[in-house]
């Protein structure tokens, strides 16, 4: 349960909405890596763009743990599991994708077609309606 108001904003700025850009932010970078990969851009491009979206992704991680701490939410040590997992997931992805093979890259955009897409609108979704209702 989130116990007091002030812990629903972050420089005035609502958590839930802080979260919310976070995740645009993350689907809108594996928009830019599947562009990268459909329009048959190099390597180096898919590369540069998948490690931008894996630092987001990580970041934004970081970020929905230490504002579920500060609210006390009670999913927290289930949420930080499941953000385990995908992080171990992304951290073997990243290290097959500096072999340089777009099959690397095409793994990457399953993981976030896949579970991350799942994760961003479902998992993350009972933090950010105990953050909108108050409880």
Avoid at 16 to 25: G, V
Avoid at 43 to 60: E, G, N, V
Avoid at 99 to 111: T, V
Wanted: with cysteine.
């Amino acid at each position: 349960m989130i116990n007091t108001i002030e812990r629903y904003y972050v420089h005035g700025v609502p958590i839930a909405e802080i979260l919310d850009r976070q995740h645009s932010e993350i689907k809108c970078k594996v928009q830019n890596l599947r562009r990268s990969i459909v329009g048959g851009m190099e390597m180096d491009q898919i590369i540069s763009r998948s490690r931008d979206l894996i630092d987001t992704t990580l970041a934004h991680f970081e970020s929905e743990e230490s504002a579920m701490e500060a609210c006390h939410f009670e999913g927290l040590d289930a949420h930080k599991s499941l953000h385990a997992e995908m992080v171990e997931s992304l951290t073997k992805i990243w290290s097959d994708l500096g072999h340089r093979q777009i099959s690397n890259a095409m793994e990457l955009m399953s993981f976030f077609d896949v579970r991350l897409e799942y994760h961003l609108d479902c998992e993350d979704g009972t933090f950010g309606r105990e953050l909108r209702d108050g409880k």
